[in-house]
């Protein structure tokens, strides 16, 4: 099992800046992929970022109405991703999700955590 707790969300004006991070624990080793994914009113849930666990790769991908403005990292050694999110938009207001996929392909979702965006 892998437990993902959410925090970092907020209201934020448009234009404005926050960091989501997204920690795991129990079997973390089992962890080869991660990811924000988020889910505004009356819409289906939708990919934000991904990157992998594996340091050697460090590969990482984004939708295409974040590019340029998220940056998702992570801190093994925390066992931490992060969502960077500068330039805010109000199309950007939802309850966004931290997952993670283990080697035999079951995802694992966090309780998510709301953001904002609006003047």
């Known amino acids: 099992q892998v437990q993902l707790v959410e925090s970092g969300g907020g209201l934020v004006q448009p234009g404005g800046s926050l960091r989501l991070s997204c920690a795991a624990s129990g079997s973390i080793f089992s962890i080869t992929l991660m990811g924000w994914y988020r889910q505004a009113p009356g819409k289906e849930r939708e990919l934000v970022a991904r990157?992998?666990?594996?340091?050697?790769?460090?590969?990482?991908n984004y939708a295409d109405s974040v590019k340029g403005r998220f940056t998702i990292s992570r801190d093994n050694a925390k066992n931490t991703v992060y969502l960077q999110m500068n330039s805010l938009k109000s199309e950007d207001t939802a309850v966004y999700y931290c997952?993670?996929?283990?080697?035999?392909?079951?995802?694992?979702w966090g309780q998510g955590t709301q953001v904002t965006v609006s003047s």
């Open positions: 997952s993670a996929d283990n080697y035999y392909g079951r995802a694992y």
């Open positions: 990157i992998t666990t594996d340091e050697s790769t460090n590969y990482a």
